[in-house]
Structure formats: C-alpha cells, structure tokens
Antibody, heavy 121, light 109 residues
C-alpha cells in the first residue's frame, strides 16, 4: 500500500525558515517524480514544486528563489526547504506521487494528508 | 501558463441525478494530460480521472471523463451521497507550472 506521510509544519515568524519532510512507502521511491502542492484552508490547490527521479527540480514562480526541493532516496524521503517565509505561504502542504515512473508529465496518483504551515508574527 | 477555468462554481443537485462539471483551458492541453480530483473536507485530494478519460484504480464507473484540446468534462451519472464534495481539474501537459482549476463544489439540493 502506498503511503505518504508529511511532517515539519508549524507556526513560524515571517522571514524565518522551515523544512518539510515526506516519508514514502509502498513503491520504489527512486523511480518516481514527486511534488509539493499547497492549499490555503478553504481555498483551491496550488502546485508548489516538483523533483524528477533524476533530481531535476521545478518551482512555481511564487516560491522560486525561496524554496528548495530535494530528495533522499536512501531514506525514501522528500523534502521542501522553505526560506524567507511570508504570511501568504500559510497553507496545508501536501506531497504527491506521480502516476508513472520516470515521467514528469503525469497525474498525481497518491497524496499525503498534509502538514500545516502558518506564517505569522 | 495554462489557466483552467471550472464551471459552475457550485452545482446543487439531488442524489440519483446526473452531474456535469466543466473545465476549460486557456490553451490546448498537451496530449490531453488532464486529471480530475475529488476532495472531501479534511482530506487529501483523490485522483478520479487521468489522461482526460481514464478512471483511476478503484473509482466507480459512474464517474467518467471526456473532452480534448481545451474543453473537458467530468460526468457523474447517478449521484451517490458520498459524491457531494469539491472537484478539481488539473493539467500536467505543461510541467512548468502544473495548474489546477479553482474547483467546483457539488452540493446536495
């Protein structure tokens, strides 16, 4: 059974940093691109970042230069390093797995339950 | 960036009725790489349809997807009580960035 479990969220002051983690199980993690998607409570979904199976990274314009995505295949883990956080980064952050191995143009077939990040003074 | 516009914003129907949800793209969605997700309160999104018309594993056959190019539709043939939730479309043909529609809320009438 595929499982994705996020952690690392919390309350942080504007300008500070936070690192989110997502531990994966139930599939060959190293073969799949992974994503972070966020959702302001009560609002829609916003794609944040992706990392390919071979470590090619991509970012939404809203986080480019502030967030860094990386992975540790030995630990079956995905990370999102978030720096220079702003109040509008406040959201529930989901990690998601792509539906095809070795592909970037793929739907998101499994999602974690999310970890809440609140940026406020 | 491919902008996805979903309509209607809210759809009020009764159990047993047919639901038709629309997703329109600002430009052609490459290879019909269009997915639909269902999200219930307090839960993560759940994949329903990918490639515009392929049902994900375990999705009941009352859910179907259609369309191509810029116009896509999610149809629920006979609404069950558990189908009342929010639905999002997403394109993944242009991977920078991937984009979602703003969502359609399916309400019980």
């Amino acid at each position: 059974e595929v499982q994705l479990v996020e952690s690392g969220g919390g309350l942080v002051q504007p300008g500070r940093s936070l690192r989110l983690s997502c531990v994966a199980s139930g599939f060959t993690f190293e073969d799949y691109a992974m994503h972070w998607v966020r959702q302001v409570p009560g609002k829609g979904l916003e794609w944040v970042s992706r990392i390919s199976w071979n470590n090619s990274a991509g970012y939404a314009d809203s986080v480019k230069g502030r967030f860094t995505i990386f992975r540790d295949n030995a630990k079956n883990s995905l990370y999102l390093q978030m720096n220079s956080l702003r109040p509008d980064d406040t959201a529930l952050y989901f990690c998601a797995k792509t539906g095809y191995s070795y592909g970037l143009n793929a739907h998101f077939d499994y999602w974690g339950q999310g970890t809440l990040v609140t940026v406020s003074s | 960036e491919v902008v996805l516009t979903q309509s209607p914003g809210t759809l009020s129907l009764s159990p047993g009725e047919r639901a038709t949800l629309s997703c329109r793209a600002s430009q052609t969605v490459l290879s019909n790489y269009l997915a639909w997700y269902q999200q219930k309160p307090g839960q993560a999104p759940r994949l329903l349809i990918y490639g515009a018309s392929f049902r994900a594993t375990g999705v009941p056959d009352r859910f179907s997807g259609s369309g191509s190019g810029t116009d896509f539709t999610l149809t629920i043939s006979r609404l069950e009580p558990e189908d009342f939730s929010v639905y999002y479309c997403q394109q993944y043909g242009d991977s920078q960035p991937y984009t979602f529609g703003q969502g359609t809320k399916l309400d019980i009438k």
